[in-house]
C-alpha cells in the first residue's frame, strides 16, 4: 500500500513546495490537486506525518476510503503522540471498526483534554457498538453542561447529526444544532447572485448531494429524479463525491439535465458556479450527516434553500429557507422549534422508487441461517439505532414467543459480541440473535420474504430501511417518539394504509409484537393488505409523489415572485 501511496516517481526535488501547495489545495477543498501535490512531497522525500495525514484527507474526500486509512495509519505510525493524526485515524476508522475509533479517540482526549470536539466524536461510535452505558453518560453529561456551560461551549461537545440520534430534551437539540449552524455563517461570505438565468420557462432546481451513488438517499430518490416533469423543471445535481459507477449513479446522470461534480471544488467556489447557473430552488440532500457541505448553504447561492431528506431535524440555520415533511413527521404543533417553514407533502415526505426490483428468488431460512419454524423478528436497521429499552423489549418479545428468533444486521464483531452478552444477561439463548451479512440491494430485499414481522427501533426509527421492508411485502410495527427521526415509520405506514401498526407506548408495541407472533393468521392477513396497498396507496406511487414535490417547489418560488417571505403551507 505504500508504494502505492507514493505513486509516480517524480524527479526529487525540494519537497516543502509541494507540501505548502498540497495543504493550501486541501484547506481549499481541491481535493485532486492537493493529492498530486502531497504525492510529490512525498517522492521528494518528505515522508512526513503532516504530508501523510493532508493525503489521507485529500483521499478519503474523494471517497478513497481505503487509501485515506492507510494513509493516516502512516500519519500516525510517525507521530503517535499528536492528538489531531489520532483524530483524523479515528475519524477514517470509524466505518470500519468503531471500536478501534473509540480508543484512538480515547488517546487524543488524553493528549487534548480541554478539546470538547472529541467528546462529540465519542457518540457514534459507541452507539454503533451499542455500549449503552457509555451513550447514557454521554447523554447525561451533555444535558447537564446545557444547564451550566454557556451555549456557545457546550454544544462543541456534540456532532449536528449526532444530536438527532441522541435522548435528548428538544430544547437541548435544538441549542445544538442552532449554534453550530450560526458558527457556520459566521465563516461564510454570503456572494452576489444576479437573479435566475430564466425569467421565464423551466423552473431551475438544483440538488446538492454526496451520495448520487449506491446509497440508502439513492435508493429512495432514483425513481423521483426520473420522474420530475421535465417540461417545467431544468434539473441539475451537484455532487459532493466522486461516483462509484453504480446503477444508481448511471440513473442519477441520466435524469438531470446538468451533472456537476464538486468534490474537488471549495465552498465558496462552489456557491459562486451554483450562483452562475441561476439555480431557483436549491435542495439540501445531506444537511449534517456525513459528507455534507453547508458551506455552500451559509453563503446563499440561491433564492430559495430546502433541508430535504437526508437530515432527520430542523437545521436551526438562518441559510435554508424551508424544510419538506408531513403531518406526521412534523405535526402543527412542533413548527415553532423548527428555524425553516415547514411544508406538508400528501401521504409521506419520504420519497420511494417504484422501479426498484427485488429479486425473483426468495432464499430458504435454511440458507440465511434462520430456522425453517418459527417467528423471525427481524430489525435491518444500524446497530446505533438500537437502544437498551428497545433490545430488553425485544428480548421480552422473544421470551414469550416460543421458537422465535431476531434476525439484525451485522455490523461488526465487537457489537455482535456485546449484543449477544446483552441477550444472556436478559434470560435469553444469544443463539436465538440471527446475523445478516450485507449483500446487492435486491437480494436484500428478496431476503425480507423469509421474515414475519419487522420491528423498529425508537428515538431513530427505520427510514430507507422501513419503506424497504414495506416494499419487499414484510410488515413493520413501530413506536414513535417525538422527534422527525423518530416519527419517519409511522409516516410511512399511514402512506401504505396499515396505521394500526403505529403502537402509542412501549407497552402496546410489546403486546402486538408478542399478539401477532403467536396469531399467523393475523400476520398473513397484514402480508395481504400490506400486497393489496402497495401500488394504490401513495408511499410507493412515484410519479404521484413527483407531482407534490414540484408543487411545493412552484409555490416556494411564486411566494417569492410576489415578494412574500418563505411560511408554513400543505403541498
Given at each position: 500500500?505504500?508504494?502505492?501511496?507514493?505513486?509516480?516517481?517524480?524527479?526529487?526535488?525540494?519537497?516543502?513546495?509541494?507540501?505548502?501547495?498540497?495543504?493550501?489545495?486541501?484547506?481549499?477543498?481541491?481535493?485532486?490537486?492537493?493529492?498530486?501535490?502531497?504525492?510529490?512531497?512525498?517522492?521528494?522525500?518528505?515522508?512526513?506525518?503532516?504530508?501523510?495525514?493532508?493525503?489521507?484527507?485529500?483521499?478519503?474526500?474523494?471517497?478513497?476510503?481505503?487509501?485515506?486509512?492507510?494513509?493516516?495509519?502512516?500519519?500516525?505510525?510517525?507521530?503517535?503522540?499528536?492528538?489531531?493524526?489520532?483524530?483524523?485515524?479515528?475519524?477514517?476508522?470509524?466505518?470500519?471498526?468503531?471500536?478501534?475509533?473509540?480508543?484512538?479517540?480515547?488517546?487524543?482526549?488524553?493528549?487534548?483534554?480541554?478539546?470538547?470536539?472529541?467528546?462529540?466524536?465519542?457518540?457514534?461510535?459507541?452507539?454503533?457498538?451499542?455500549?449503552?452505558?457509555?451513550?447514557?453518560?454521554?447523554?447525561?453529561?451533555?444535558?447537564?453542561?446545557?444547564?451550566?456551560?454557556?451555549?456557545?461551549?457546550?454544544?462543541?461537545?456534540?456532532?449536528?447529526?449526532?444530536?438527532?440520534?441522541?435522548?435528548?430534551?428538544?430544547?437541548?437539540?435544538?441549542?445544538?444544532?442552532?449554534?453550530?449552524?450560526?458558527?457556520?455563517?459566521?465563516?461564510?461570505?454570503?456572494?452576489?447572485?444576479?437573479?435566475?438565468?430564466?425569467?421565464?420557462?423551466?423552473?431551475?432546481?438544483?440538488?446538492?448531494?454526496?451520495?448520487?451513488?449506491?446509497?440508502?438517499?439513492?435508493?429512495?430518490?432514483?425513481?423521483?429524479?426520473?420522474?420530475?416533469?421535465?417540461?417545467?423543471?431544468?434539473?441539475?445535481?451537484?455532487?459532493?463525491?466522486?461516483?462509484?459507477?453504480?446503477?444508481?449513479?448511471?440513473?442519477?446522470?441520466?435524469?438531470?439535465?446538468?451533472?456537476?461534480?464538486?468534490?474537488?471544488?471549495?465552498?465558496?467556489?462552489?456557491?459562486?458556479?451554483?450562483?452562475?447557473?441561476?439555480?431557483?430552488?436549491?435542495?439540501?440532500?445531506?444537511?449534517?450527516?456525513?459528507?455534507?457541505?453547508?458551506?455552500?448553504?451559509?453563503?446563499?447561492?440561491?433564492?430559495?434553500?430546502?433541508?430535504?431528506?437526508?437530515?432527520?431535524?430542523?437545521?436551526?440555520?438562518?441559510?435554508?429557507?424551508?424544510?419538506?415533511?408531513?403531518?406526521?413527521?412534523?405535526?402543527?404543533?412542533?413548527?415553532?422549534?423548527?428555524?425553516?417553514?415547514v411544508v406538508w407533502l400528501p401521504g409521506s415526505y419520504q420519497p420511494n422508487d417504484d422501479r426498484q426490483r427485488v429479486d425473483d428468488r426468495t432464499p430458504t431460512r435454511a440458507e440465511l441461517d434462520l430456522p425453517e419454524h418459527g417467528i423471525v423478528y427481524c430489525c435491518f436497521n444500524r446497530n446505533y439505532k438500537i437502544e437498551r429499552e428497545t433490545f430488553m423489549a425485544w428480548m421480552r418479545i422473544l421470551d414469550a414467543v416460543h421458537g422465535s428468533v431476531l434476525w439484525l444486521l451485522w455490523s461488526n464483531p465487537a457489537t455482535e459480541a456485546r449484543l449477544r452478552e446483552a441477550a444472556a444477561r436478559a434470560g435469553v439463548d444469544p443463539a436465538r440473535l440471527v446475523?445478516?451479512?450485507?449483500?446487492?440491494?435486491?437480494?436484500?430485499?428478496?431476503?425480507?420474504?423469509?421474515?414475519?414481522?419487522?420491528?423498529?427501533?425508537?428515538?431513530?426509527?427505520?427510514?430507507?430501511?422501513?419503506?424497504?421492508?414495506?416494499?419487499?411485502?414484510?410488515?413493520?410495527?413501530?413506536?414513535?417518539?417525538?422527534?422527525?427521526?423518530?416519527?419517519?415509520?409511522?409516516?410511512?405506514?399511514?402512506?401504505?394504509?396499515?396505521?394500526?401498526?403505529?403502537?402509542?407506548?412501549?407497552?402496546?408495541?410489546?403486546?402486538?409484537?408478542?399478539?401477532?407472533?403467536?396469531?399467523?393468521?393475523?400476520?398473513?392477513?397484514?402480508?395481504?393488505?400490506?400486497?393489496?396497498?402497495?401500488?394504490?396507496?401513495?408511499?410507493?406511487?412515484?410519479?404521484?409523489?413527483?407531482?407534490?414535490?414540484?408543487?411545493?417547489?412552484?409555490?416556494?418560488?411564486?411566494?417569492?415572485?410576489?415578494?412574500?417571505?418563505?411560511?408554513?403551507?400543505?403541498?
Amino acid at each position: 500500500m505504500l508504494k502505492g501511496l507514493l505513486g509516480s516517481l517524480w524527479p526529487r526535488e525540494s519537497g516543502e513546495g509541494a507540501v505548502r501547495k498540497g495543504l493550501a489545495a486541501l484547506d481549499s477543498g481541491e481535493f485532486e490537486a492537493a493529492e498530486a501535490e502531497l504525492r510529490r512531497a512525498l517522492a521528494a522525500g518528505r515522508d512526513t506525518a503532516e504530508v501523510y495525514s493532508g493525503l489521507g484527507r485529500a483521499l478519503w474526500q474523494q471517497g478513497r476510503l481505503d487509501e485515506g486509512l492507510e494513509a493516516h495509519r502512516l500519519a500516525v505510525e510517525r507521530e503517535p503522540t499528536n492528538p489531531h493524526y489520532q483524530l483524523a485515524l479515528a475519524a477514517a476508522v470509524e466505518k470500519f471498526s468503531p471500536a478501534e475509533a473509540v480508543a484512538h479517540l480515547r488517546l487524543a482526549q488524553k493528549l487534548l483534554p480541554d478539546e470538547p470536539r472529541i467528546e462529540a466524536r465519542l457518540h457514534k461510535p459507541l452507539m454503533e457498538l451499542c455500549d449503552w452505558d457509555g451513550v447514557e453518560r454521554a447523554v447525561s453529561e451533555l444535558a447537564a453542561r446545557a444547564q451550566s456551560e454557556p451555549n456557545d461551549q457546550w454544544s462543541l461537545r456534540v456532532d449536528p447529526f449526532v444530536v438527532q440520534l441522541l435522548p435528548l430534551a428538544p430544547r437541548i437539540t435544538a441549542e445544538a444544532v442552532r449554534a453550530h449552524s450560526r458558527r457556520m455563517a459566521r465563516l461564510a461570505t454570503p456572494i452576489a447572485r444576479h437573479g435566475s438565468a430564466q425569467a421565464s420557462g423551466r423552473l431551475r432546481l438544483g440538488y446538492v448531494d454526496a451520495e448520487f451513488r449506491d446509497h440508502a438517499t439513492a435508493h429512495l430518490v432514483a425513481g423521483l429524479f426520473e420522474q420530475h416533469d421535465r417540461k417545467r423543471f431544468e434539473l441539475c445535481a451537484y455532487s459532493l463525491r466522486q461516483g462509484d459507477g453504480s446503477e444508481y449513479e448511471r440513473r442519477a446522470r441520466g435524469a438531470f439535465d446538468r451533472f456537476v461534480d464538486l468534490s474537488a471544488v471549495s465552498d465558496a467556489n462552489a456557491a459562486r458556479q451554483i450562483a452562475d447557473d441561476g439555480i431557483d430552488v436549491l435542495i439540501d440532500l445531506k444537511g449534517y450527516t456525513s459528507g455534507a457541505r453547508p458551506g455552500i448553504f451559509a453563503r446563499r447561492p440561491a433564492p430559495i434553500q430546502v433541508n430535504y431528506l437526508g437530515y432527520p431535524g430542523s437545521m436551526q440555520a438562518e441559510f435554508i429557507d424551508y424544510i419538506i415533511g408531513d403531518a406526521t413527521v412534523i405535526p402543527k404543533p412542533q413548527f415553532p422549534s423548527f428555524s425553516e417553514s415547514v411544508v406538508w407533502l400528501p401521504g409521506s415526505y419520504q420519497p420511494n422508487d417504484d422501479r426498484q426490483r427485488v429479486d425473483d428468488r426468495t432464499p430458504t431460512r435454511a440458507e440465511l441461517d434462520l430456522p425453517e419454524h418459527g417467528i423471525v423478528y427481524c430489525c435491518f436497521n444500524r446497530n446505533y439505532k438500537i437502544e437498551r429499552e428497545t433490545f430488553m423489549a425485544w428480548m421480552r418479545i422473544l421470551d414469550a414467543v416460543h421458537g422465535s428468533v431476531l434476525w439484525l444486521l451485522w455490523s461488526n464483531p465487537a457489537t455482535e459480541a456485546r449484543l449477544r452478552e446483552a441477550a444472556a444477561r436478559a434470560g435469553v439463548d444469544p443463539a436465538r440473535l440471527v446475523f445478516a451479512q450485507r449483500m446487492p440491494k435486491a437480494q436484500h430485499l428478496a431476503r425480507h420474504r423469509a421474515a414475519d414481522l419487522f420491528l423498529d427501533t425508537h428515538t431513530v426509527n427505520a427510514h430507507t430501511t422501513g419503506s424497504d421492508a414495506l416494499w419487499a411485502g414484510l410488515p413493520l410495527l413501530t413506536w414513535p417518539g417525538e422527534s422527525f427521526a423518530s416519527r419517519v415509520a409511522a409516516s410511512l405506514l399511514q402512506a401504505v394504509g396499515l396505521p394500526e401498526l403505529v403502537a402509542p407506548s412501549l407497552a402496546e408495541y410489546e403486546r402486538t409484537a408478542i399478539a401477532l407472533g403467536q396469531n399467523r393468521d393475523r400476520l398473513r392477513d397484514l402480508r395481504e393488505r400490506l400486497a393489496a396497498n402497495r401500488l394504490t396507496f401513495p408511499l410507493f406511487r412515484t410519479a404521484d409523489y413527483a407531482r407534490g414535490l414540484e408543487r411545493a417547489f412552484a409555490t416556494m418560488h411564486e411566494r417569492r415572485l410576489r415578494g412574500e417571505p418563505p411560511a408554513a403551507f400543505a403541498g
